[in-house]
Structures are given as structure tokens and as C-alpha cells.
């Protein structure tokens, strides 16, 4: 509900909405005529007459209290015909969705003859078989829309029957039945909610056409839609018999739609992080203080200082990374190493405004670019710098990859995007890209799909997608955390080859500092949003200063040492939501004392380059690696 009311437009909609159930449900209560008596001497009273709120229509009957009453009925049509639609629709899409074969075919098919003619024909025709009134109409109404859940939910079905959780069921025995309601059904049942919460506006308005037309409710009963063919006839004379229940069908229908919208971006795995809106292209940039005089370190191409990047989700602050300095320098190598959720991505991503917004914004820092601030420059500039100066190379190149694109035309549409080339010329750079990452034959790989590669091939291509523009700076996002060994080791000595020869800056990130000691010349440790110890890689590994430095080193299997013992970290790190005042390590770290729990902890140099964010470090203590 908190996330549903940060969304003012759904909020509007759901009071309205409930404005007129509490209205309607309390009818019998209210004190108002009865909406089925004639009194043709107060025939077509205007609004605001004596004892009529809203006047009367052609009998004399109280327009105000056939609202409220029709308002009733046509909700009460509107929510049965939607909920019919949807357990029918829904059944018959989950059935057809998880059994495939001649059950899909038969169902699909007898769904495709209902689709086959026009919706409201098909309602009109219904009813004129079963006759006019208000409960065929219902039937009508409910069958027309069943097509469309039933749509929706095979496609869902289809997918997740197919899904490694599925046969996982299907090997612990469970029957057909049990997996279609327990196992598919509850990863559906959203859907179905979001569907049904966006089509009862539409069902309702479907009601009030029959009813116009004279085939829904009958007379002497209510509901908007035969008020509002009753005042048609009228309409020139006295207007307000036809537009008061017109308005209220506009109301009716907007708020449920508004409400709807609302209850889509809730129940959106998306969207649940309370961000109602879709991410924009650049993260947004919010700083409290804009640093001015901001210089660059002597040889860098990359010199971010002091960045912030936070998550707002409703009332909660979400300190992702909370003030960290990257330099890198041509031909250099910067690692990034932690825990899964201690910022590294965040920080990278935030460089080139790839964090989403919202909820994510950077609220703090500089990011120069041979001396230029990335945070302060135009969109425009931004997408230009994208691919041509700073690449990425993401962890998973499946999903980076698209699927339905060869690897030559995605090549070749990352090369046109910052070079004037023709499409030949591109295609025979697109070749030589990859024969640089040492893919075979190139030339047959460019047609190629993504799913037609290995993984480590997959990977090369990322890798050469990145330097297409002739990128200064590539961010490496665990590049080699879903490859094998052997695999892994090739493209870790690819990418210390490329830097070497174009002389271009990489930042690393990883978990394994295996990794970090294979390609990195200097490695910062990040733990809950800072670095906690940054340095020489060789330095670090031989003598680390923080304890948390220590504990991830002895993390990593040593080659010829089968008997020493791998330390498991303690503990779980702190929400950023929720950080501790003083270490954010102390509660996990063996040294800790009250001194680092009472205030926030600097990072602080104790040697040439190596810096350190403990008040007990290990200095002097060797690491045996």
C-alpha cells in the first residue's frame, strides 16, 4: 500500500473508486426515493430543484438516486463479468500454456475462432440469441473477454513450463495438476491480477453500450448505460438527463483505470522497488554541493573524487556507495574487489550515468574525464562519450548480447554509432575486431547469433564491442565470473594484452582476488559502500592492512597448499539503508573495539599509496599467499 500511495495518480483513483463502492453498497441505507417511481409532474426537473439534487428525467424519477442505485449494478456486472472472464481465460491459458502439444492446439484454436469476429458484434449477437436483459449481458460481456486473459496467460505459461524449477517438480514426483496450481499458477497469478484490475473500466463500459443500446438492463432498472439512452432522446431539451450518468461513467472508468495502472506497477518485480516510473536514460544527477576547482591527478585519464550514489525508495535512503576516489591512468589497471552488495557495480555504472533512474541518483562527486566532469555535462555529451571513450564489459554477455541480432550486425551498429563509416567498412572493422580478440574466422563468425557461441566466445565479443570506439577507459564488470578456469585465464590475459597495447585504463571488478593479482596493478577493497584499503595489488596481497582485506585473501585456494584452511567471513554485511555510525566491519571483525564503533572512520594514508579505513590495522603482518 506504501507503494501504491507514492503513486499520487493511483492514489487519486483509488479514493474515487472507493468513493463510489462505499456509495453505492450503502443504497438501501441512503435517504433516497425510490429510483423506480414515476411522478410525471416533476417530469424533467434541472439540477439543484427542490428535493432533486440533480433533477429528474423524463418520468419524473430522481436522478440522483437512479445513480447511485445504477452505480451499483453496473459495477456489480462489471466486477462479475471480469472475474468469469478471468478464471475461464486464465484456466483455459495455463492448461494450454503448461501442455502444449494437441491440448495447446485445440485450445488456441477454439480461442482464435472467438477472436475471429469483432468483439462487440460477437456480445450483440450473444444477447440476441439469449435475449436482452441484464444477466445475458453479464454472460456476453464475460465471454467476448475471455480470449484475452486466456492469451495472456498461455504465453506466461508456455515460458515458465519450461523453466528449471518446473522439471525440478516434475523429478520430485509431483502430478500435473499440482504442478500447474502450486508451481505455475502462483508465478502467474500476478498477471491475472494486473489484467483484471485493467480491464474491469473496459467491462464496465462494454455493459453500459449494451444497456444503451437496449440489451442490457430493462426498464424499470437502472444502471448508466440505459440512463443514458433514456436521456438521448432528450438531449437538446434537458442535457443534463444524459450527461450527468455520462460523467459518471467517465469517472467510474478513469478512476478504476488510474487505480489499475497503479496496482500494475506494484505488483511489477520491476517495478517493486518503489520506482513508479520508468528508468530514464542518465542517472540523475542531485549533488547537495557541486565541487568547483575540482583537477584531475597528474597522468590520469579517469579521476573520480568523492562519488555518492544513493537508492530512494519511498522513505528509505539506500547509501549504495558513500563517497569513494577512483584514478586510473593510461595503460593501468584499477580493481575493485568485495562482497556481492558492497557497491561495485554501483560506482562503475555511475560513471556513465547507467545507474537507473529512478530510484538510483548521484547525489555527491566528480567523475573528470581528461579534466572534463561527466556529472555536469550535457546528455548529449554523455551518449557521445559512450562506447567511444568509456566501454563496458558486463558480466553475463547472453543478456548483454540481443538475442535475435547476429554478433557482426551488433558490431557493426557499435561502430556506426561513433564512426563515419560506410556499412562495408564497418562490417571489415567489425572482422577485425574480432580477430584482435582472437576469435577464429572471424569473417563466418560475424553471422553468427549469440546463442551459437560459447561463453568464452560470447565474452570476446563484449569485449569487442567495447573496443570498437577506441575506448580510453573500459569498465570490466566481473567479466570472467560465469567462465571456466581455462577460459577465464584467456580473456583475464586478452584484456592485460589490449591495455598493454592500446594503452587504454581498465577498472576491474571482481570478488576473487586471484583475479585482481592475474591483471591488476593497483586494487581498492570496498565494504559497505567505501573503500576500506587501497594500494599496490602485489603490496596488498603480501601485507594487508584492513582485517576484511585479510579475510577475503584468505578466501583463496593457494596452489601447492592443500591443507591450509579457507576462513568463511562471519556475518553478514550492513544495509545500507541502516549503516552503523562507526567501522561498518566491526560487528564481523576480530579487532574490533569501542573506539570503532564511536564515529565515522577516514580513510587514511600510513605509506607511499597505500591508504587504509581501520583505526587497528594489521600493519606489519604478513600475508602468507
Given at each position: ?6 503513486n ?7 479514493l ?16 433516497l ?6 411522478a410525471?409532474?416533476d417530469?424533467?426537473?434541472r ?19 437512479r445513480?447511485?442505485?445504477?452505480s451499483?449494478v ?13 478464471f ?9 500454456g503448461?501442455?502444449?502439444?494437441r491440448v495447446?492446439t ?15 458484434l ?6 440476441a ?10 454472460y456476453?460481456?464475460?465471454v ?9 496467460i ?16 516434475r ?32 467491462m464496465i ?15 424499470p ?43 500494475r506497477?506494484v ?9 513508479l516510473t520508468r ?8 549533488r ?15 579521476d573520480?573524487q ?15 556507495v ?7 591512468g ?7 574487489v568485495?562482497?556481492s552488495?558492497?557497491?561495485k557495480?554501483?560506482?562503475?555504472m ?6 537507473p533512474?529512478p530510484?538510483g541518483r ?43 541480432f ?20 564497418a ?9 584482435l580478440v ?6 563466418e ?18 569485449i569487442?564491442?567495447?573496443l ?22 584467456q580473456?583475464?590475459?586478452?584484456l ?34 567505501q ?6 595489488t602485489g ?6 592492512a ?5 579475510k ?25 539503508n ?7 566491519f ?19 594514508e600510513?605509506a607511499?599509496?597505500r ?10 603482518e604478513?600475508?602468507?599467499?
Amino acid at each position: 500500500m506504501r507503494l501504491l500511495f507514492n503513486n499520487k495518480l493511483a492514489t487519486a483513483g483509488l479514493l474515487v473508486f472507493a468513493l463510489i463502492v462505499v456509495t453505492a453498497l450503502l443504497a438501501p441505507v441512503l435517504p433516497l426515493p425510490d429510483p423506480d417511481v414515476t411522478a410525471p409532474a416533476d417530469r424533467l426537473m434541472r439540477p439543484l430543484s427542490e428535493g432533486h439534487l440533480l433533477g429528474t428525467d423524463a418520468l419524473g424519477r430522481d436522478i440522483l438516486s437512479r445513480l447511485v442505485w445504477g452505480s451499483r449494478v453496473s459495477l456489480a456486472v462489471g466486477v462479475s463479468a471480469t472475474l468469469i472472464a478471468a478464471f475461464f481465460g486464465s484456466l483455459i491459458g495455463l492448461v494450454a500454456g503448461y501442455a502444449g502439444g494437441r491440448v495447446d492446439t485445440l485450445l488456441m484454436r477454439g480461442i482464435d475462432m472467438v477472436m475471429a469476429f469483432p468483439y462487440i458484434l460477437l456480445a450483440l449477437a450473444i444477447v440476441a440469441v439469449l435475449g436482452p436483459g441484464l444477466l445475458n449481458a453479464l454472460y456476453a460481456i464475460a465471454v467476448v473477454n475471455i480470449p484475452f486473459f486466456a492469451r495472456n496467460i498461455r504465453g506466461i505459461a508456455l515460458g515458465l513450463s519450461r523453466r528449471e524449477f518446473v522439471d525440478a517438480a516434475r523429478l520430485s514426483g509431483k502430478s500435473h495438476a499440482q504442478i500447474l496450481f502450486i508451481e505455475v499458477l502462483p508465478n502467474v497469478l500476478p498477471v491475472i491480477i494486473i489484467t483484471m484490475s485493467t480491464t474491469v473500466g473496459w467491462m464496465i463500459l462494454e455493459t453500459a453500450g449494451l444497456s444503451f443500446l437496449g440489451l442490457g438492463a430493462q426498464p424499470p432498472q437502472a444502471d448508466l448505460g440505459s440512463m443514458l439512452g433514456d436521456g438521448r432522446k432528450i438531449l437538446f431539451t434537458a442535457p443534463h438527463v444524459s450527461i450527468i450518468p455520462g460523467v459518471m461513467i467517465f469517472i467510474l472508468v478513469m478512476s478504476i483505470n488510474l487505480l489499475g495502472d497503479g496496482v500494475r506497477d506494484v505488483l511489477d518485480p520491476r517495478l517493486k522497488s518503489g520506482a513508479l516510473t520508468r528508468p530514464v536514460a542518465r542517472t540523475a544527477v542531485e549533488r547537495r554541493q557541486v565541487p568547483e576547482g575540482a583537477t584531475p591527478a597528474p597522468g590520469a585519464v579517469l579521476d573520480v573524487q568523492g562519488l555518492r550514489t544513493e537508492f530512494h525508495i519511498g522513505s528509505q535512503v539506500f547509501r549504495a556507495v558513500g563517497g569513494v576516489d577512483m584514478r586510473i591512468g593510461k595503460g593501468e589497471c584499477l580493481g575493485i574487489v568485495g562482497e556481492s552488495g558492497s557497491g561495485k557495480s554501483v560506482a562503475a555504472m555511475s560513471i556513465m550515468g547507467l545507474v537507473p533512474t529512478p530510484p538510483g541518483r548521484i547525489t555527491g562527486g566528480v567523475a573528470l574525464f581528461d579534466g572534463e566532469d561527466l556529472f555536469s555535462v550535457s546528455d548529449e555529451r554523455v551518449r557521445q562519450l559512450r562506447g567511444l571513450a568509456v566501454s563496458h564489459v558486463f558480466q553475463d554477455p547472453l543478456s548483454t548480447l540481443h538475442p535475435l541480432f547476429t554478433v557482426g550486425e551488433q558490431l557493426v551498429e557499435a561502430i556506426e554509432a561513433h564512426q563515419p563509416l560506410s556499412r562495408s567498412q564497418a562490417r571489415e572493422k567489425a572482422a577485425e575486431l574480432l580477430s584482435l580478440v582472437r576469435i577464429p574466422n572471424p569473417v563466418e563468425r560475424l553471422k553468427a547469433y549469440p546463442h551459437e557461441l560459447s561463453g568464452g566466445m560470447r565474452q570476446r565479443v563484449c569485449i569487442a564491442m567495447a573496443l570498437a570506439g577506441e575506448a580510453r577507459v573500459i569498465i570490466a564488470d566481473e567479466p570472467t565470473t560465469a567462465l571456466d578456469v581455462t577460459v577465464q585465464a584467456q580473456v583475464l590475459s586478452l584484456l592485460d594484452t589490449l591495455r598493454k597495447e592500446r594503452n587504454a585504463g581498465i577498472l576491474f571488478i571482481t570478488h576473487d582476488f586471484g583475479v585482481v593479482s592475474a591483471i591488476c596493478d593497483r586494487v581498492a577493497v570496498m565494504y559497505a559502500g567505501q573503500f576500506v584499503e587501497t594500494g599496490e595489488t602485489g603490496e596488498i596481497l603480501r601485507a594487508p592492512a584492513h582485517p576484511y582485506t585479510a579475510k577475503l585473501i584468505d578466501c583463496v585456494p593457494v596452489l601447492g597448499e592443500p591443507d591450509r584452511r579457507l576462513d568463511a567471513i562471519e556475518g553478514r554485511p550492513p544495509v545500507v539503508n541502516d549503516l552503523p555510525v562507526g567501522c561498518a566491519f566491526a560487528a564481523r571483525c576480530p579487532r574490533a573495539e569501542d573506539d570503532c564503533r564511536a564515529g565515522p572512520i577516514a580513510l587514511t594514508e600510513f605509506a607511499p599509496g597505500r591508504q587504509v579505513r581501520c583505526i587497528h590495522p594489521l600493519i606489519g603482518e604478513t600475508q602468507n599467499v
